[in-house]
């Protein structure tokens, strides 16, 4: 069964960092593109960031560039997410997704389930 799992998430002071996780279970990432998404109580979801299969390229969107850094490690199977100079306005569900589609649009493939981030003033 194709299964990506996020992880990392939590509560954290304003200012303040969280890593983010996306493991992926019965397929190997390095095929895939990959990008991470968000969806705060009562928004639709929007594109944070992505990465090529191999790596070579990123993309984010504009307000979390500076402060988030994709990255990942093919040889463990994960991609993360560096979250840095978190903002009350980061709050949101965070979810990784993988496919052949490269870029900040929903057309992924594959979807995890999520993980909450939470950002106190």
């Known amino acids: 069964q194709l299964q990506l799992v996020e992880s990392g998430g939590g509560l954290v002071h304003s200012g303040g960092s969280l890593r983010l996780s996306c493991a992926a279970s019965?397929?190997?990432?390095?095929?895939?593109?990959i990008g991470w998404f968000r969806q705060a109580p009562g928004k639709e979801r929007e594109g944070v960031s992505c990465i090529s299969s191999s790596g070579g390229s990123t993309n984010y969107v504009d307000f979390v560039k500076g402060r988030f850094t994709i990255s990942r490690d093919n040889a463990k199977n994960t991609v993360y997410l560096q979250m840095n100079s978190l903002k009350p306005e980061d709050t949101a569900v965070y979810y990784c997704?993988?496919?052949?589609?490269?870029?900040?649009?929903?057309?992924?493939?594959?979807w995890g389930q999520g993980t909450q981030v939470t950002v106190s003033s």
């Open positions: 997704a993988a496919g052949a589609y490269y870029g900040l649009g929903s057309e992924y493939d594959y």
């Open positions: 019965g397929f190997t990432l390095d095929s895939y593109n």
